[in-house]
C-alpha cells in the first residue's frame, strides 16, 4: 500500500479561480485537487484532498494524519497568520507538513508576513503557484522514502 498523504486547503481556497484571479490565477480547486492527485500517482502516493473554511476541521484531520498519514501538504489561508491551534495539532501530531502559499505573500501586506505554522513546518513554499503543492509533493515523496533529511539526494 502506497503512503498516504494529506493535501489540506483552508478557508477560501474553495474560491479558487473566482477570487482575486490576479493574485490566484484562474485554475480552480477542482484543478489542483486533481493536479496533486496526479502528481501523487506518480510518486507512488496515495494523496487525499480536503479543503474547509473552518478551523476546527482543519485541526481535526492534522490530528488524524497521526494515524493515517506520512505527509501534510498544507495551505492554511488566512488562518496560516492567526492560528495558534493550527500551530498546536501541527507540533501535536509530528507528521511532516509542508506549508503551502499560492502568492508570495512576503510581497503582500504586512499582515501576511507572520506565519504561525513555518516554525512547526518541515519545509515552505511560496509565491509559485500551483506549482508549490506539486514541488511540496515531491519533496514529502522523497523524505518518506529517505527520512533523515541530513543524507544527501541520490535519486
Ligand atoms: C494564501 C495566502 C494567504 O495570505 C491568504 O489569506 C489566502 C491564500 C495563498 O495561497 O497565497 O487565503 O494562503
Sequence with gaps: MDPVVFVLNGPNLNLLGLRE???YGSSTLADV???ARATGDRLGLVVECRQSNHEGDLVDWIQEARTR???IV??????THTSVAIHDAIRGVGVPTIEVHISNVHA????????????VAAGVIVGLGLDGYDLALQALARRIKRP???E????
Excluded at 74 to 79: K, P, R, T
Excluded at 110 to 117: E, K, L
Design 69 to 71: 498519514a506520512r505527509g
Design 21 to 23: 484571479p490576479a493574485v
Design 108 to 119: 503582500r501586506e504586512s499582515f501576511r508576513h507572520h506565519s504561525y505554522i513555518s516554525p
Design 152 to 155: 544527501p539526494i541520490t535519486a
Design 74 to 79: 498544507l495551505n492554511a489561508g488566512a488562518l
Design 33 to 35: 485537487e486533481a493536479l
Design 148 to 150: 533523515d533529511p541530513s
